[in-house]
């Protein structure tokens, strides 16, 4: 099963507004990893937060990790067409020891011009 | 650097087929996979390697093989393919899981 669970499946916004997406997942964790994926494309790392971070900022993203809940956030602010993807959660579990990722299944995030 | 690269793009097979898919990094990354992504779900690990000669099951490996004899390639095999296998692979490579760099994908139509 996956480890990443995404919330919402998908997010349909106006350019200039925020996007919010959520990440909740099971076990215990060395980082947490936020990839895009523009159609017919291959996944794009774009951030990723160690367990002992809380919040971490790249440009327009903004992530935030909460351990005892097991989830993550990812905001993306002043949102543009081109942020139109779907974005994944991906975990690197501890008892897996380091040497893969488990993803969830990815919200579609659609902006609207 | 041309980064990660998949061949073919696309491929079509009827039931019972066999066919490699091939992944080729030029990062000199230890670590590779390969994942497979239907519509409506996330990436599922079918397989990985953390090293030349080494292989390792993911969370879907039925139905494939892999073959790791040199480090900059990652072969994904079919030997008999079904029609549950039509997907999008993606291979992707990295120094460690902290972050994958992932290939543009093959289409498998599976007739």
């Known amino acids: 099963s996956q480890q990443g669970e995404e919330d919402p499946q998908a997010l349909s916004i106006q350019e200039g507004e925020n996007a919010t997406m959520n990440c909740s997942y099971k076990?215990?964790?060395?980082?947490l990893q936020w990839y895009r994926q523009n159609s017919g494309r291959g996944l794009v790392h774009l951030i990723l937060?160690?367990?002992?971070?809380r919040e971490k900022h790249s440009g327009r993203l903004r992530v935030t990790l909460d351990t005892s809940k097991k989830s993550s956030s990812l905001l993306i602010t002043a949102s543009r067409a081109a942020d139109t993807a779907s974005y994944f959660c991906a975990t690197d579990a501890r008892e897996t020891s380091g040497s893969r990722l488990t993803f969830g299944e990815g919200t579609q995030l659609t902006v609207n011009p | 650097n041309a980064g990660v690269t998949q061949t073919p793009k696309f491929r079509v097979l009827k039931t019972g087929q066999s066919m490699t898919l091939l992944c080729a990094q030029d990062?000199?990354?230890?670590?590779m996979y390969w994942y497979r992504q239907d519509p409506g779900m996330g990436l599922r690990l079918i397989h990985y390697s953390v090293g030349e000669g080494t292989t390792a099951k993911g969370e879907v490996p039925d139905g494939y093989n892999v073959s790791r004899l040199k480090k900059q390639n990652f072969l994904l095999g079919l030997e008999s393919a079904a029609p549950s296998q039509t997907s999008v692979y993606f291979c992707?490579?990295?120094?460690?899981?902290?972050?994958?760099?992932f290939g543009p994908g093959t289409r498998l139509l599976v007739l």
């Open positions: 992707a490579s990295s120094y460690s899981p902290r972050t994958q760099y």
């Open positions: 076990t215990s964790i060395n980082n």
């Open positions: 937060i160690r367990s002992n971070e």
């Open positions: 990062m000199n990354h230890e670590y």
